[in-house]
Antibody, heavy 119, light 111 residues
Framework: EVQLVESGGGLVTPGGSLRLSCAASGFTFNSAWMNWVRQAPGKGLEWIGRIKSNFHGGTTDYAAPVRGRFSISRDDSKTRLYLQMNSLETDDTAVYYC??????????WGQGTLVTVSS | QSVLTQPPSVSGAPGQRVTISCAGSSSDIGAGYDVHWYQRLPGTAPRLLIYANNNRPSGVPDRFSGSRSGTSASLAISGLQPEDEADYYCQSYDSSLSAYVFGTGTKVTVL
């Protein structure tokens, strides 16, 4: 059974940093393409970024609102996905989901972790 | 940043058929990129409902169906059930943004 468990959310002041983690199990993580998706309060879903498997170069792509501020990485030995968030803004307040994509859809979602950016 | 447009809400009585539209453009749905649909029940994470335009993952009831034509797509729910009350999102890829994009979301209410 695929399991994705996010952690690391919390309250941070504007301009601050936070690192989210996603523990993955139940599938071959080292060949998986992984994504982060967020949902702000009262808003819709927003794709943040993706990291390819190391076999495919381990390259990353990001949505425009977070490009240059957020960074996705992975540790295949620990089957963990990370999201490093810097220069956080109030608009980054959202529930952040770790998502596994075995194809070009977002097939498996974690339960999400809440990030609140507020002074 | 949603570039796919959905109606904010649709409603229907139990047993009725409802459809949710998803309007895109020539750089996403119209460019041939697949459309996927997600259901978000209150208090839960989103769930893949339809993938690659008209395919259901195992466990999804066959009353859910999807279609795509031109620059738009739609999700149909036949035989509406109380447990179908949720938010629904379409999703595709936009080549001009080089990004995956979601629809604005539609709240389905069962009357």
């Amino acid at each position: 059974e695929v399991q994705l468990v996010e952690s690391g959310g919390g309250l941070v002041t504007p301009g601050g940093s936070l690192r989210l983690s996603c523990a993955a199990s139940g599938f071959t993580f080292n060949s998986a393409w992984m994504n982060w998706v967020r949902q702000a309060p009262g808003k819709g879903l927003e794709w943040i970024g993706r990291i390819k498997s190391n076999f495919h170069g381990g390259t990353t792509d990001y949505a425009a609102p977070v490009r240059g501020r957020f960074s996705i990485s992975r540790d295949d030995s620990k089957t963990r996905l990370y999201l490093q968030m810097n220069s956080l803004e109030t608009d980054d307040t959202a529930v952040y989901y770790c998502v596994y994509s075995p194809s070009n859809s977002f097939d498996y979602w974690g339960q999400g972790t809440l990030v609140t950016v507020s002074s | 940043q949603s570039v796919l447009t959905q109606p904010p809400s649709v409603s229907g009585a139990p047993g009725q058929r409802v459809t949710i539209s998803c309007a895109g453009s020539s750089s996403d749905i119209g460019a041939g990129y697949d459309v996927h649909w997600y259901q978000r029940l209150p208090g839960t994470a989103p769930r893949l409902l339809i993938y690659a335009n008209n395919n259901r993952p195992s466990g999804v009831p066959d009353r859910f169906s999807g279609s795509r034509s031109g620059t738009s797509a739609s999700l149909a729910i036949s035989g509406l059930q109380p447990e179908d009350e949720a938010d629904y999102y379409c999703q595709s890829y936009d080549s001009s943004l080089s990004a995956y994009v979601f629809g604005t979301g539609t709240k389905v209410t069962v009357l």
